[in-house]
């Protein structure tokens, strides 16, 4: 898409609206002279390479995405059941001026259908994905076993980092302690930041 304001005129490849209001900030002095379409054009091209995109300041904001966490049977031996499936992409918006670092963490719920007795529940982060921002001082937490119920990381930023947006999905398994023949199970989750 081309832009234009006054004498300066700026190209976006791809645009997208996160939670925080965003400022498209171009760079390249706009000249007072009347210039033909192909100088335009050229100076569109030029500028198009220096577009970036700045959060304006705000509150820290996590959201999810609204699809259910929805685990797979897997094949295995007959004394217990293993379901695997992939957590909904959950992202953070910091636009705080503090730089104080975030954690974001889930929690797998089980429903009320479920026997959990002896379950273990298996999270494995996959790498954070950058919406906006650095990746630097931003990582994704380690694979860890935990029950059902449990708070687990997923993705933090350390203190003087993570300002920007940011999302983080899992591989999810669960290890029911008998044989079932449900084909899928559907999990309720929660996702918090510290």
């Given amino acids: 898409m081309d832009y234009q304001r006054g004498s300066l005129r700026w190209t976006v490849s791809a645009a997208f609206v996160l939670a925080a209001a965003c400022v498209v900030i171009a760079s390249?002095?706009?000249s007072g002279?009347?210039?033909s379409d192909e100088?335009?054009?050229?100076?569109?091209?030029?500028s198009a390479a220096n577009v970036a995109v700045v959060l304006a300041p705000g509150p820290l904001v996590i959201s999810a995405d609204e699809a259910p966490l929805i685990?797979?049977?897997?094949?295995?031996?007959?004394g217990s059941t293993r379901y695997r499936g992939r957590l909904p992409r959950i992202r953070i918006v910091d636009t705080r001026s503090t730089l104080a670092g975030w954690q974001v963490t889930v929690r797998i719920l089980a429903p009320d259908s479920l026997s959990t007795a002896g379950s273990r529940l298996q999270i494995r982060p996959?790498?954070?994905?950058?919406?906006?921002?650095?990746?630097r001082g931003v990582r994704a937490s380690r694979p860890v076993w935990s029950a059902l119920g449990e708070q687990v990381s997923l993705f933090s930023a350390d203190q003087g980092f993570g300002n920007g947006a940011y999302d983080d999905d899992a591989l999810v398994e669960l290890v029911l302690q008998y044989p079932s023949s449900a084909t899928t199970i559907t999990l309720p989750f929660e996702a918090s930041v510290l």
């Fill in 71 to 78: 685990l797979d049977r897997m094949p295995g031996n007959g």
């Fill in 28 to 30: 390249g002095a706009a």
């Fill in 39 to 46: 100088d335009r054009a050229r100076e569109t091209d030029a």
């Fill in 126 to 135: 996959d790498r954070p994905r950058v919406l906006a921002g650095q990746i």
């Fill in 33 to 35: 002279r009347t210039s």
